[in-house]
């Protein structure tokens, strides 16, 4: 079947400028995460969503990030205002479990360049 | 103190090399230890999955976790040039937030 998706693959960005990100999980997932990976760095948690609750959004590094997830599916990473430092590939990821889960299964990222 | 160290390596061994990947962590809540892994521009695949304490095998691949000692380890049996990637661990707290806390990965190489 398929898996998670994620548009767009690559991304350059003049800084200051907004950006999207766009992440489609595979069906009937009810849990969506988003994680940033940076070169030399692990994956760094952003935020997760399940079902209607209220998102955790503990990992987003500062209100310049945001996100949404519409209908219980499709989300949207929203970065105001682009940094250099904001340069990294932004993965998603969804899980067939809500709470408890601890298979999550990974898009293939979009690698976004702040010049 | 970062919640989990990882040597990035890079690592290399002869193809059919018995290799051993590990990493450490400081926060005792953690229950749920996984194996990723992850080849050039592809997002993380999972490999291995455990519970609290113990070994899992699954075909080449052992996951060990020793709790005690806060340390986990993934062996590779027979490795091949195919098993060259990125391997990341994982973990997360029992209950609680539902995000994984990574390990930054290990480079592996395996020649033929």
């Known amino acids: 079947g398929a898996g998670v998706s994620q548009s767009p693959s690559n991304k350059v960005t003049e800084k200051g400028k907004d950006v999207e990100l766009r992440c489609d999980p595979i069906?009937?997932?009810?849990?969506l995460y988003w994680y940033r990976q940076s070169l030399g760095q692990g994956l760094e948690f952003l935020i997760y969503?399940?079902?209607?609750?209220?998102?955790?959004k503990s990992g987003l590094p500062s209100d310049r990030f945001s996100a949404e997830r519409t209908g219980g599916s499709v989300s949207t990473l929203t970065i105001q205002r682009t940094q250099q430092e904001d340069s990294a590939v932004y993965l998603c990821?969804?899980?067939?479990?809500?709470?408890?889960?601890?298979?999550?299964?990974f898009g293939p990222g979009t690698r976004l360049t702040v010049t | 103190q970062k919640e989990v160290e990882q040597d990035p390596g890079p690592l290399s061994v002869p193809e059919g090399a018995i290799v051993s990947l590990n990493c450490t962590y400081s926060?005792?809540?953690?229950?749920?230890f996984m194996w990723y892994r992850q080849y050039s521009r592809k997002g993380p695949e999972l490999l291995m999955y455990?519970?609290?304490?113990g070994n899992k095998e699954d075909g080449r691949f052992t996951a060990q976790v020793d709790k005690s000692s806060k340390y986990i380890s993934l062996f590779i049996r027979d490795s091949q040039p195919s098993d060259s990637a990125t391997y990341l661990c994982?973990?997360?707290?029992?209950?609680?937030?539902?995000?994984?806390?990574f390990g930054k990965g290990t480079k592996l190489t395996v020649n033929p």
């Open positions: 990821a969804s899980s067939p479990r809500g709470r408890g889960a601890y298979e999550q299964y």
């Open positions: 069906s009937g997932h009810t849990a």
């Open positions: 969503f399940q079902g209607n609750s209220a998102p955790d």
């Open positions: 926060n005792s809540a953690f229950q749920y």
């Open positions: 455990t519970y609290s304490s």
């Open positions: 994982a973990m997360r707290a029992q209950g609680g937030s539902e995000k994984l806390v």
